[in-house]
């Protein structure tokens, strides 16, 4: 019944900041899927019998790989698969899915923030047994093998039902489709006040949480509204469809304009969150206040204490290089140790299994806990909603109260995207040659003191991973950092994210695009956007 089918490499299935990312047609090329498929398995070792994880987002072609995935896991040996109901699992659920279930790892089929459909984006990520997404080493021997596979290996057995809950055979192997939401939900329960919360709301306290028609839907509304008491409705967008309603379902001002719009009404809610196509990220906004994902990370850690998961305190916070350095400022008071990490999730596994760090964060909407090994977008706002319960505050009198005590990391991100590959590549070229120029010289946004690429160093197993980015660091603290985004399929993005620390003493109330303009302009200056890209403004801000 297992059949062994000839192949040859595909030279583009090299995974990015997170898993493999295509365009769908790519995907259906005759081979694609599958021969990603069996590279990961190539590259895992005594798995024999034991047990996968495998869920998905819901995006078009999620069913379609799923049937192919399963096939392939029981003519590779695998013992069994646990699969969504639907061939659903957000990607903290996944996560959380793997460490409960002892299993050997899992697939995750995702292209996160980025659109679904027939015209739009695919995507497969492997996570290892930590829940976490596989590490550098292990994604570019996966990368390897998909330059050199000749077969893949697939049993032949016409669909399984992945839409009844049950066990059920395929060849050797069992196939047990579980609720994607119970485990994820029972969790939840574990690490919060759910009583606090529920008071909270029945006191009279109003939220608003836009699952932009994707995977976060059916938690949100079990959490929110079922366990919590929210009034029905609170959850928006609650069914995931497979084009996510030809939204993109990235949480950010463009994308989640309508909740952002309603937070700033005059009948506002108290509270308003969004979540990505994964279910991993968090918009944060608050009745009339917006909160940057660099800014949430630091008030989620200062008052992470007052959630019951986190009452006997944080063991250390980490943070990817671009994120602005607002979180520093709380590790120092705390008296933690911080660690700066490259941009992508897989990078603080080893800090987290190490009880080194307890909370990680990106700028890009990502923030979580040792509770996975992913970020978490249902978590954060549960955790800022202990938090306001905690302190019967809102979120602009905690704002204000933070940077106060903290001083304040005025931060944005510019995004350029759809550059033509050769453009990009020619700007991070011209910027990393005129690297040992920089410091002393003097721009719009001050002195520069010192400019590098930067390097990482996993301080549990010392593997090196370089050319994460190029920062620019003024005299002043300001900074300014240069990356090309590795999750995109279309041409290269340009990712440029500009900081500027105002202390406790300075003005605290200013317009973000006011504070930054002086180092806006100086990015334009250091690396002539406008000339190698043709664009003169970015995108997308965030
Ligand atoms: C982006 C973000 C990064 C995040 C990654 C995956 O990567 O910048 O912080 O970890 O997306 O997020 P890049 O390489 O495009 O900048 V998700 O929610 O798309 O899995
Ligand atoms: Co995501």
Known sequence: MIQTVPTTPFNDQKPGTSGLRKKVRIF?????????????FDCLTDFEGQTLVLGGDGRYLNREVIQIVLEM????????VLVGQGGILSTPAASHLIRASGAFGGLVLSASHNPGGPDEDFGIKYNVGNGGPAPEKVTDAIHARTLTIEQYRIVEAGDVDID??????????????VDPVADYADLMETLFDFPAIR???????????????????????????????????????ATPLPDFGHHHPDPNLVHAKELYDRMMAQDAPDFGAASDGDGDRNLIIGRHCYVTPSDSLAVLAANAHLAPGYASGLKGIARSMPTSCAADRVAEKLGIPLYETPTGWKFFGNLLDAGMATICGEESAGTGSDHVREKDGIWAVLLWLNILAARGQGVAAIMADHWASYGRNYYARHDYEAIATDRADALMAALRDNLPRLPGSVNSGGTIRSADDFAYTDPTDQSVSRNQG???????????VFRLSGTGTEGATLRVYIERYVDQGGDLGMDTGEALAPLIAAAQEVADIVGFTGMDRPSVIT
């Open 470 to 480: 190029v920062r620019v660091m003024f005299q002043d603290g300001s900074r300014i």
């Open 73 to 80: 896991a029981a003519a590779n040996g695998f013992g069994r």
């Open 164 to 177: 009844t809950l049950g066990t059920s055979r395929l060849g050797d192997m069992t196939v047990e489709v």
């Open 28 to 40: 259906q090329q005759p081979h694609y899927a599958a021969n990603f498929v069996q590279s990961v």
């Open 199 to 237: 008071r909270m709301i029945s006191n009279g306290f109003t939220l608003s949480f836009d699952s932009m028609s994707a995977v976060t839907g059916p938690y949100a509304v079990e959490i929110f509204e079922r366990r919590l008491g929210a009034p029905k409705g609170t959850v928006r967008n």
